[in-house]
Nanobody
Framework: QVQLVESGGGLVQHGGSLRLSCAAS????????MGWYRQGPGRQRRLVAS???????NYVDSVKGRFTISRDNAKNMAFLQMNNLKFEATAVYYC?????????????WGQGTQVTVSS
């Protein structure tokens, strides 16, 4: 099994910054991608950003230019630098890891870390 532990969430003022970290451990084989989802109050969980092991990134339009995803492949870690945070960024942020075993993609989730943007 793969375990993901997020950290770095908290309370931040509107316009401020936070950096989320995700550490993966356990039976990690061939990682295809790592990413971040978020689920705001009363909303569906949605992708924020993802990054393949080759370095290809994908962002939801609303965070482009403000959020940056990065990875430390040697340490099986992912990060999400969030700048100029807006109120709508208030959500639980989940780290995900996708690995590929015998051609099958498996998705793992962390427990989530709360981010609250205040005035």
């Amino acid at each position: 099994q793969v375990q993901l532990v997020e950290s770095g969430g908290g309370l931040v003022q509107h316009g401020g910054s936070l950096r989320l970290s995700c550490a993966a451990s356990g039976k990690i084989s061939s990682i295809y991608a790592m990413g971040w989802y978020r689920q705001g109050p009363g909303r569906q969980r949605r992708l924020v950003a993802s990054m393949t092991t080759e370095g290809n990134t994908n962002y939801v339009d609303s965070v482009k230019g403000r959020f940056t995803i990065s990875r430390d492949n040697a340490k099986n870690m992912a990060f999400l630098q969030m700048n100029n945070l807006k109120f709508e960024a208030t959500a639980v942020y989940y780290c995900t890891l996708v690995d590929q075993i015998l051609g099958k993609l498996n998705v793992y989730w962390g427990q989530g870390t709360q981010v609250t943007v205040s005035s």
